[in-house]
């Protein structure tokens, strides 16, 4: 990022840059900003079929995971929406 002039925050262990693709490197976090939410959830539509998980504060955006939770699932919580279950007794 240092060669190509790219700003981005280094906190030591990741590094953050603003970024609208969907995948990063490894150790790299990218994030963007938004009018509002609106357009928040117009590109989130858009991507749909790309996006495992949403987070956010507190988990206030609908169908949202509060941070710090995405990675201890529910009993509940299908991956990519899909009742594993129900899809093995169908087979």
């Known amino acids: 990022m240092l060669l190509n002039q790219i700003h981005f925050y280094d906190t030591g262990y990741v590094m953050f840059t603003e970024n609208e693709n969907l995948v990063s490197p490894i150790s790299v976090v990218y ?8 357009n928040l959830t117009s590109k989130l539509q858009s991507h749909q079929e790309k996006i495992q998980c949403i987070t956010s504060a507190k988990g206030w955006y609908k169908k949202s995971i509060p941070f ?11 991956a990519d929406g899909t009742d594993t279950l129900a899809f093995l007794s169908a087979l």
């Open 31 to 38: 994030y963007e900003s938004y009018k509002d939410q609106d």
């Open 68 to 78: 710090g939770e995405a990675q201890f699932p529910e009993v509940n919580d299908y």
